[in-house]
C-alpha cells in the first residue's frame, strides 16, 4: 500500500485583490488587466474557483476573513476588532479580559474633544505615552495600555467580573468626551473602570514631559486615551491542536497578526514587511521559504493591493498585484515542491467602490497531484469556471488539509 505522504501547505492571500469590471479597462477587472504569468502558472497547473469568504454577498472585513480563510466560522467566534488590534501590538488576553481600540487625542479642560489623533502623534512619543500608563489597578482590574500604529493604543482590562458590553468614551467627532456607560447590568464594574481609567489617564498624560515639550512646540498635546470598540478575547481551539499543524504568519499589518496571534499561530517579525506600499515582498518570500522548512503551515498576507483599492487607483492596483506576481514566481522557484498552495483576496476591494464589496473573490488551489481544469488564467472570471466551484471561506482550508493528505475519514 503506497504511504500517504503530508505536504505542507501554503496560503498566499493578496488582500482586496479582487475587484468588479472598470470602464476605463475597456471592462475588464485590474487583476485581468495585470500581467501575472507566476498567477496565470498556477491556474493552468491547479484548479480555480470563487469563494464567498463569509457569505455571498457579505463584504468581509480583513479580521473575519481571516479567520474563514484559517477555518474559523467567523460569526461564531468574531468577538470585535479590539481585541484582536490589541494581539497585533502584542497584547494576547485570555478569556475574561476586555480589550478597546484607543486614540490618543486632545481634550481641552472641560473634556471637549479639539484634535481626535492628537496632531498625528505617532511613535517614539507614543510609546514614551503609553508606558507612563502601565501598571495602572482600579477595583481589582489590571489596565495595560500599549501604543499601535499612528495616533492609536490599544487597552487591555484584566480583572473579575469583566464585560464588553458598554458604550464608546470615543465621542468620534469633535465633541465632548462620552461618559463610558453599560450597556447590561452586568456591565456596571467595567464602565466604572473604564471612567477612572479615563480620568487617571488624562491626569498622568497632561503632565507628561512629551506633552511639555509639545505644548513648546506648537503642537497638540495627547493629553487623553478613548477608548472604543470593547471585545472579549474569543475562546478558540488553537490552531495546531485544531489541525494538528506547526504554523506561522507572515504579514505586516497588525491586524493580521493579531488574528494569528489570537488563534496561537506563530506570527515572523520582518524586516521590511511594513503592511503598506513599500512593502518589501522579496524579504516576505524568503521568510515564507524559510519558515515552510520548519513549518507545515504558513500563511502570508500582502497588505499592498488593498490600499490603492480604497483609494480608487487602478493603475496602482495593477502595478501592486504586478509585482505581488513577482513574488509569488519567487516563491514557486524556492518553497518545496509539493507544497499544497492556495492563492486568493480576502475580499473584493472594487476600485470603483473604495471599500470592500460582498463579491466572491478568485481562488487557484494547486498541489502536484492536482487535477488540472484547463483554465489558463487567473482572475475572476476564469475562476468562476474553474474545478472548485464556489466554495465558502471556512471551507478551503479542509479542501488544502486534503490536498496534503492531513484529512481524516468520515465514515468506514
Ligand atoms: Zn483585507
Ligand atoms: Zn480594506
Known amino acids: 500500500m503506497p504511504m500517504r505522504r503530508q505536504r505542507k501547505i501554503l496560503i498566499v492571500v493578496v488582500d482586496g485583490m479582487g475587484d468588479r469590471s472598470v470602464k476605463e479597462l475597456g471592462w475588464r477587472t485590474p487583476l485581468q488587466s495585470a500581467k501575472r504569468p507566476n498567477m496565470n502558472w498556477y491556474a493552468e497547473n491547479g484548479a480555480s474557483g470563487l469563494v464567498d469568504v463569509i457569505a455571498p454577498g457579505v463584504p468581509p472585513g480583513s479580521d473575519t476573513s481571516h479567520l474563514a480563510i484559517l477555518g474559523y ?9 479590539g481585541p484582536f488590534e490589541a494581539a497585533g501590538v502584542g497584547l494576547v488576553g485570555k478569556k475574561g479580559d476586555v480589550a478597546f481600540r484607543c486614540n490618543f487625542a486632545t481634550v481641552d479642560s472641560e473634556g471637549n474633544v479639539l484634535d481626535r489623533r492628537a496632531g ?17 489597578r482600579i477595583e481589582g482590574v489590571e489596565a495595560v495600555v500599549k501604543e499601535a500604529t499612528e495616533h492609536r493604543a ?25 461618559t463610558c456607560e453599560p450597556l447590561a447590568q452586568e456591565a456596571r464594574k467595567t464602565a466604572r473602570v473604564v471612567n477612572a481609567f479615563v480620568q487617571k489617564s488624562y ?11 509639545r505644548r513648546g512646540e506648537g503642537k497638540p498635546e ?29 504579514a505586516g499589518v497588525s491586524l493580521i497578526k493579531g488574528i494569528c496571534r489570537v488563534c496561537g499561530i506563530e506570527v515572523a517579525e520582518v524586516p521590511g514587511a511594513t503592511g503598506g506600499l513599500d512593502t518589501d515582498m522579496r524579504a516576505k518570500a524568503e521568510a515564507v521559504s524559510s519558515l515552510l ?72 488551489v494547486y498541489s502536484e497531484d492536482g487535477v488540472r481544469d484547463g483554465l489558463s488564467s487567473f482572475d475572476e472570471s476564469s475562476a468562476s469556471r474553474g474545478g472548485l466551484g464556489r466554495i465558502l471561506g471556512k471551507d478551503l482550508l479542509p479542501i488544502l ?8 475519514k468520515f465514515g468506514a
Do not use: W
Open 73 to 81: 466560522g467567523p460569526r461564531e467566534v468574531y468577538t470585535g476588532r
Open 120 to 136: 498625528r502623534i505617532k511613535q517614539p512619543e507614543t510609546t514614551e505615552l503609553a508606558a507612563s500608563l502601565v501598571g495602572m
Open 154 to 178: 490599544v487597552l487591555l482590562l484584566r480583572g473579575p467580573g469583566l464585560s464588553p458590553l458598554v458604550s464608546d468614551v470615543d465621542p468620534h467627532d469633535l465633541s465632548p468626551i462620552r
Open 203 to 213: 491626569e498622568r498624560l497632561r503632565v507628561h514631559p512629551v506633552n511639555a515639550r
Open 222 to 250: 495627547a493629553n487623553i486615551l478613548l477608548p472604543r470598540g470593547a471585545g472579549v478575547f474569543p475562546d478558540l481551539a488553537e490552531f495546531s491542536s485544531r489541525y494538528g499543524l506547526a504554523g506561522a504568519c507572515v
Open 293 to 364: 522548512e520548519s513549518k507545515e503551515f504558513v500563511l502570508l498576507n500582502v497588505k499592498a493591493t488593498d490600499i490603492p483599492s480604497h483609494d480608487g487607483d487602478f493603475k496602482k492596483k495593477i502595478e501592486i498585484i504586478e509585482k505581488v506576481d513577482g513574488m509569488i514566481g519567487q516563491l514557486r522557484t524556492t518553497i518545496p515542491a509539493d507544497t499544497v498552495v492556495a492563492i486568493l483576496a480576502d475580499h473584493c476591494t472594487p476600485v470603483e467602490v473604495g471599500e470592500h464589496s460582498g463579491d466572491p473573490v478568485p481562488l487557484v
Open 401 to 408: 488539509l486534503d490536498r496534503a493528505n492531513r484529512s481524516e
